[in-house]
C-alpha cells in the first residue's frame, strides 16, 4: 500500500496563497492516481481536484476552478496543491488520496473511489 504525509498548511488572509504537498511512499508512485479533498467539522469530504498518473490530466471541483491547481511529481513521489485567491470558505482540513488505477484516466470525485488517504493538514483563510 502506499503511505501519504500531507505538509503546508497554515493561516493565510483572504486573497492570499499557500501550497501543500503530499508525500507518498512504500509503493511505486506513479501507478496511482491522486486527489485533494478538503473536509470542515459536520460536513462531509468533498473532492477538490484530481490528477492521472502521469500528471496529463486535471480536473477540479467548480468552485476552485481558477483559483487552484493540481500538479504532481513523480520523480519527487508528491503531488502538490497551489492554491491561489484563497476565500474563507476554503477553510477546511485538506487531505490528499490515491487510487491504483490502469493508464485510463479517470476523473473520480467520490471519495469511496480512493483507498488511500493521508492525515490530512489544516488550511485556514481569514477574513
Known amino acids: 500500500q502506499v503511505h501519504l504525509v500531507e505538509s503546508g498548511g497554515g493561516l493565510v488572509q483572504t486573497g492570499g496563497s499557500l501550497r501543500v504537498s503530499c508525500s507518498a511512499s512504500?509503493?511505486?508512485?506513479?501507478?496511482?492516481?491522486m486527489g485533494w479533498f478538503r473536509q470542515t467539522p459536520g460536513k462531509e469530504r468533498e473532492f477538490v481536484a484530481g490528477i492521472s498518473r502521469a500528471g496529463g490530466s486535471t480536473y477540479y471541483q467548480n468552485s476552485v476552478k481558477g483559483r487552484f491547481t493540481v500538479s504532481r511529481d513523480n520523480a519527487k513521489d508528491t503531488v502538490y496543491l497551489q492554491m491561489n485567491d484563497l476565500k474563507p470558505e476554503d477553510t477546511a482540513t485538506y487531505y490528499c488520496?490515491?487510487?491504483?488505477?490502469?493508464?485510463?484516466?479517470?476523473?473520480?470525485?467520490?471519495?469511496?473511489?480512493?483507498?488511500?488517504w493521508g492525515q490530512g493538514t489544516q488550511v485556514t483563510v481569514s477574513s
Open positions: 512504500g509503493r511505486t508512485f506513479s501507478n496511482y492516481a
Open positions: 488520496a490515491a487510487r491504483e488505477t490502469n493508464p485510463t484516466f479517470f476523473a473520480a470525485r467520490d471519495h469511496r473511489d480512493f483507498a488511500y
